[in-house]
C-alpha cells in the first residue's frame, strides 16, 4: 500500500513549498522507492493555463498537455516521478467535476457540500496517484495555512489519515524562522502559531523544515520542537541557499531527513541513500571554467518565475559545459533598430522565448536581426520562432509588412498564421495545441546533429504556425526547415546553416532539461555561446 506525505506551508507565501516536496521526492527515489508527485491549488481557475505570467508565473506544460503550476517543473527537475494531469488540481477544477456530477444527478436528491462532497473529491484526486506499484505519493498543498481557501484541503488530508491509518500518512509543514535584526534573535513565534492553526483544525505535524536566513541554535529548535509536540530531530533546519536550489536535497540529507521519513512511514523497502550524481553535478557547478552571457530578451522578464523553466535550463547546459551563466534580462518594448546594437554588445547569445499577443514583438525582431547579422548564437523558442520567421521575410525577402495575424490580423504577407483547427476555438482555456506532439528531424542539420535521432518528441503551447504559403519561398532564400510534423503539414524547427547556430523551434523544449541531463538544443546552443565567448576575447 501507497504510503503518504503530505506538504504544507505557513506564517507567508513563497518558502518553496515546491522545492521542498521536489526535494524530499528526490531523496526518496534515491534510497530506491518509487515515488508519485502531485499539486493541489486553491485557487479557483480551472487550470493556470488562462492566468497572465505576471500573477502566476511559468506555465508548466506536461506530455499528456495539461497546463499546470510551475512547482510542477520542480518536480520533474529533481525526480524521475511520471506526472499527468492527475497531479496537479485546482478548486476549480474539483468544482468542475462536482457540479457536473451534480447536473446529471449523481448526488441522488442529497445537499452537496463542501464536507464531505469536496473533500471526497479531493481524496479522491490524491487516491488516484497511490496505485499499487507506488511506494510514496508526496501532495502539496497550495497556499498557506489559515487561507480560506485551503481550509477543504486541510480538512480532506486530516481526514486521509483516518481513512489509511496515520502510520501511513507523514504531515510536513514549511515555515519561517525570522531573524530580527533590531532584537538581534530568531523568532519562533511565527511557527508556533502556524503549527497551533494547523492543530486546531486537526492536523498534528510530524516534521518541521525550518527556513532561515541564520543556523538556528540547537536551543532554539529544542523550544520549537516542545512547543509544537514534535520530536526534536524532526525540527529541520533549511538555511537560504545561496549557490543553488540543487543544494536543498543535500541539506535535507544532511539532517538525516530521508531516515526520518523511513522509519515514520515503515518504509522497509528502502535501499541506502545515493546522491553521486546529484554531488557532482553540483560539483561542477562550482568549478566554472568559462563564462557566457545570454540575452533573454522577453516580454515578462520583470517576472522572476516568468521564464522559470528557460533560466533553468540555460542552467543545465551551463553546468554540462563548464560555464558559469550570465542572464541579461532584456525588456523586449526597450529594443529597436537604433538600440539593439549597445543593448546586446557583450553577449554571447540571444534566446527568445515564448510569449503571446504583439507587445515587444518588434523588439524581438530587431534582437534576432542583430544576432543573425552579427554571428551571434540564437535560440528561439515558441513565439521566438515565430519571430525568427517574420524576421527573414522582412529583412531577407524583402517583405517590409511580413507579420504573425497575431500581431497583425491586417498583414500583406502573413508568415505566421493561425493553425486551420484554431479557427473555430471560441473558449481560451485548454484549447491550444498543447503537450507531446512528435517532430521529424532532417538529417545534416545542426538539430540533427543536437538531437542524434530523427523523430523526437518535445512540448507544445501554441496556436499559430509558420503559414506553408511561404515556405517555398523561406526555403529558397536559404532557411533551413529542420524539422516537421511527421506528415510534413507543420513547420517545428527552423535553423540558419551559415551561421554558427541560429536556430528556432515551435516547441518547448524548456520542459525537458534536467540538471544531470541538459536538453540537447540548450547543451548546443550554449556550446556555440561558450564558442563565441572564446572567439570574442581572444
Ligand atoms: N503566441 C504564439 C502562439 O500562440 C506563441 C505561443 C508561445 O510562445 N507559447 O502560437
Sequence with gaps: MAKHIFVTGGVVSSLGKGLTSASIGLLLERRGLKVRMQKLDPYLNVDPGTMSPY??????????GAETDLDLGHYERFTNAPLDRDCNYTTGKIYQTILRKERKGAYRGQTVQVIPHVTDEIKECIRK??????????????????????????????QFALDVGKANCLYVHLTLVPYLKAAGELKT???????????QIGIQPDVL??????????????????????????????????FSVYEVPLSMAANRLDELIVERLGLV??????????????????????EVTIALVGKYVRHRDAYKSVYESLDHACIYHNARLKVL??????????????????????????GFDKRGVPGKVAAIRHARENAIPFFGICLGLQCATIEFAQNVLGLADANSTECNPATPHPVVAMMNEQRQVTQIGGTMRLGAYECKIKPDTKAHAAYKAVLISERHRHRFEVNNEYRPQLEAAGLVISGTTPDGALVEIIELPNHPWFLAVQCHPEFKSKPTQPQPLFRDFIGAAVAHAHQTKG
Design 55 to 64: 500573477q502566476h508565473g511559468e506555465v508548466y506544460v506536461l506530455d499528456d
Design 129 to 158: 496517484l497511490a496505485t499499487p506499484d507506488v511506494d510514496v505519493v508526496i501532495t502539496e498543498i497550495g497556499g498557506t495555512v489559515g487561507d480560506i481557501e485551503a481550509m477543504p484541503y486541510l480538512e480532506a488530508i486530516r
Design 189 to 199: 513565534k511565527p511557527t508556533q502559531a502556524s503549527v497551533r492553526e494547523l492543530r
Design 209 to 242: 523544515i525550518c527556513r532561515t536566513e541564520r543556523e538556528i541554535p540547537q536551543e532554539e529548535r529544542d523550544k520549537i520542537a516542545l512547543f509544537c509536540n514534535v520530536e526534536r530531530r524532526a525540527v529541520i533546519e533549511e538555511k537560504d541557499k545561496e
Design 269 to 290: 523497502q528502502a535501499g541506502p541513500l545515493n546522491l553521486d550524481d546529484w554531488k557532482k553535478m553540483l560539483e561542477r557547478m562550482r568549478t566554472p571554467e568559462h
Design 329 to 354: 534580462r532584456v525588456e523586449s518594448e526597450s529594443v529597436d533598430a537604433d538600440s539593439v546594437a549597445s543593448i546586446l554588445a557583450e553577449v554571447n547569445g540571444v534566446l527568445v522565448p515564448g
